[in-house]
């Protein structure tokens, strides 16, 4: 540039450049020539310093003109939380920032800001955006980066075809931006797959012409209409003349032709300004040292009568003066809603796609107008409905009905338990019950009570009272109640077991067995169980967690429930299997070892208990998969209380027929009752009297046959009665 304006011609004027960075680094530089510096491509926000860059003058609106377009839009779709991700430079550093105060300004959630890193690894970005569930996101990227910023997003469930909404500028200069794979910028989607990612996104333009629809017959400052200059830009570029205005003036090539007219107005009205100043009778004799001549420019330039009807709409640099500091050109801003063509289109119908001058809205900087051009947006989401700028949350609760239903029949199953435990007291010295050993009994009752209570326990959730602390130690303790339930009833089944095998080689009365493999195997079980819930409190502590059920795009429904580490119930439901799987041996050990018995308590009821818990137990477990809360807790709580109320049938059922009824299949009521009622130690001591009594009975025999005859007399009949004595 120093040699240019070194040159032997002067420069009255500047125009640059089309990038922004450049733009700046000359409008830092040009002043010091005293030229004005105009530009029509450039639009960092950098550029709005008067302060500093008193002579540039931009035809094209600042990009931060942008924001109050994109903030109405969010407003009109009734939309208030998003994201802003930002590409670091100096535009989009300034950019985001203004967009941020236009939202507050305007009554919107502060968005939050996501720096890109620039080695484009975008994971704890999106990870961050699924966080905030936000859905609306804002692109302040160059297209290279936009990009890969899409496809990595689109990786990951985050398109427009899931309900997102990208907000992307529209001036990037590849139409074909989301395609482009040349100079190392290549992403890792197929062209079906970006189509599908931005098939529905919003993109943010300059308005290349005046949306006026009787713009193209109004008389420019050429005295030339819209359409003469159209004709007259086709013949000189060998364009078809069949082409419309729109299609004439593409890119910036009107912001270009406005910049020009710019400088011509501002010559003329400079001459006719001018008066001599020293040696100096011309405009055009003016050298860089002195700034009088750029004094008469800024001057003219900043008049109210400096105004002309452009290209792009009423061009007057009077309203860039908006503060001592700032500068911006009022526009049209263009919102277009694009939508990729159908899968297997060309290039060109691509091209067409997205060139479409229908937009849905033009934003009007001038007065913060918009206007809607298509307000029924033909949405892109899955269900042909606007999206949602954030899911709204639902929570899910067990099915009310569902609920009181288990209730009552855990209550009836309460009523079972009580009436069971009633009759096990009233008849605990009958022959059966301390047969089966009535305190075992009990055990087991209060084992299936403390049952029914947790599974009515476990249908309370947010929908009778909300979750705080004291709902986090009814879950708890509900637990606690189920894991101490399961070990009592199947500790006292592998207690009788043990004591009944161990009884035919250790020569000890059964009662006493019974309580000292009883303390042994509670013991051992409650003391694992214990540990384990220990050991699960203090690392996994209890709390509330919420999660999602279902996901619409528009709704996540959640379900709240109080829970801790799944490894935890996993190592708790395996425990569990190994002891049936023990009480199942047990039992079949039984079997082998004392045989089968006719009497209440069959090691087969036993064996079909372990092997009904077994079943149902796998089936409660495979009921928690399940997604829908209320079919969940109905057909778990359901599984529980058939495997709860079948262990009562099996266990209890027998002994109240054999009770009611006094039949024992193959024996006599009287005979059984006789022997039942006895203890261990009257047992052996019947069976020491019966060897007695055979011994004497054989004696007795010995002593008839070695008498002449049979006795009569006294004598007789007492022979008689010892040969016939029965105890």
């Known amino acids: 540039m120093h040699r240019m304006l070194s040159a032997n011609t002067t420069k ?67 939309w208030r939380r998003s994201v802003v991700l930002v590409q670091p430079s100096t535009i989009f550093n300034l950019n985001s920032r203004d967009l941020v105060v236009e939202m507050a300004h305007e009554g919107l959630e502060r968005p939050e800001m996501i720096l890109l890193p620039d080695d484009n690894d975008f994971d704890s970005v999106i990870d961050r955006i699924k966080e905030l569930d936000v859905r609306v996101l804002f692109g302040l990227v160059y ?16 398109a427009a075809s899931t309900s997102f909404v990208w907000m992307l500028p529209g001036w990037y200069d590849d139409k074909l931006w989301w395609n482009y794979q040349g100079n190392g910028t290549a992403h890792d989607c197929m062209d079906s797959e970006m189509r599908d990612a931005l098939n529905g996104h919003f993109s943010f333009d300059y308005a290349q012409l005046s949306p006026d629809p009787n713009f193209i017959n109004r008389t420019l400052l050429t005295n030339k209409t819209v359409l003469e200059v159209a004709a007259e830009f086709q013949n000189r570029n060998n364009m078809s003349k069949t082409l419309n205005v729109t299609e004439t003036f593409k ?77 911006s050109a009022d526009g049209f801003i263009v919102i277009r809603y694009v939508q ?27 007065n913060g107008k918009m206007k809607w051009e298509q307000p029924n947006i033909p949405w892109t989401t899955p269900d042909g409905l606007r999206p949602v700028d954030e899911r709204t949350k639902e929570l899910i609760y067990s099915n009310k009905s569902v609920f009181i239903a288990i209730a009552i029949l855990s209550s009836f199953g309460i009523t079972f338990a009580v009436i069971l435990l009633t009759f096990n007291v009233i008849y605990r010295r009958h022959w059966v019950i301390r047969k089966s050993i009535r305190r075992l009994n009990d055990i087991v009752l209060y084992a299936a009570l403390a049952s029914y209570i947790s599974i009515i326990l476990f249908g309370f959730d947010g929908q009778f009272f909300p979750f705080n602390q004291t709902s986090i130690i009814c879950c708890f303790l509900r637990t606690i109640f189920l894991v101490l339930a399961f070990t009592i009833c199947f500790g006292s089944l592998l207690t009788k077991t043990c004591a009944e095998v161990l009884e035919r080689f250790v020569k000890r009365p059964f009662n006493s067995l019974i309580i000292i493999v009883g303390v042994f195997t509670y013991g051992f079980l409650l003391l694992v169980d214990t540990l384990m819930l220990i050991l699960w409190t203090a690392i996994d502590s209890w709390e509330k967690k919420q999660s999602i059920l279902k996901d619409d795009g528009k709704a996540i429904y ?46 087969y009821i036993d064996l079909l208990m372990s092997f009904t818990a077994f079943v149902l137990f796998f089936m409660v477990f495979a009921f928690t998969f399940t997604s829908d809360a209320g079919e969940q807790y109905g057909l778990v709580s359901g599984g529980l209380l058939l495997l709860i109320t079948t262990i009562l049938c099996l266990w209890f059922v027998p002994k109240v027929r054999t009770v009611l009824t006094g039949k024992i299949e193959g024996k006599k009521e009287e005979e059984n009752s006789v022997v039942g009622n006895l ?21 007795l025999g010995k002593l008839l046959l070695e008498l002449p005859q049979s006795p009569t007399g006294p004598l007789g009949e007492t022979v008689r009665s010892a040969m016939g004595c029965v105890p």
């Open 251 to 327: 890119g910036y090539s009107a912001y270009g032709y406005d910049a020009m007219l710019s400088i011509g107005l501002l010559l003329d009205m400079a001459i006719k300004n001018y008066t001599k100043i020293g040696n100096r009778d011309r405009i055009d004799e003016f050298s860089y040292e002195y700034d009088d001549v750029m004094t008469l420019f800024n001057n003219i330039l900043m008049s109210e009568d400096f105004k002309f009807k452009g290209l792009t709409g009423d061009v007057q640099f009077y309203n860039l003066l908006r503060s001592e500091e700032r500068q």
């Open 679 to 699: 203890t261990e130690i009257e047992r052996l001591e019947l069976k020491e009297l019966r060897s007695r009594n055979t011994e004497q009975k054989d004696l």
């Open 143 to 158: 297209e290279e980066k936009a990009r890969k910023l899409v496809c990595s997003c689109y990786k990951r469930g985050i």
């Open 12 to 78: 009255i004027a500047l125009i640059a450049a089309g990038c922004s960075a450049v733009t700046l680094s000359l409008a830092h530089v040009s002043q010091y020539w005293n030229i004005p510096q105009f530009n029509f491509l450039s639009s960092s926000p950098a550029l709005d310093d008067r302060k500093v860059l008193g002579q540039y003058y931009h035809l094209l609106p600042s990009e931060n003109s942008f924001n109050p377009a994109r903030v109405k839009l969010m407003i009109d779709l009734e």
């Open 558 to 603: 959640i379900r709240e429930k109080c829970s801790t580490g799944v490894l935890w119930a996993y190592a708790f439901v395996f425990y569990k299997l190994i002891v049936l799987v023990v009480c199942a041996v047990a039992t079949f050990v039984r079997i082998r070892i004392v045989g089968k018995k006719a009497a209440v308590g069959s090691p």
């Open 340 to 366: 990729a063509p159908e899968l297997g289109g060309d290039d060109d119908d691509l091209v067409a796609q997205n060139e479409d001058d229908n937009p849905v809205a033009v934003y009007d900087s001038a």
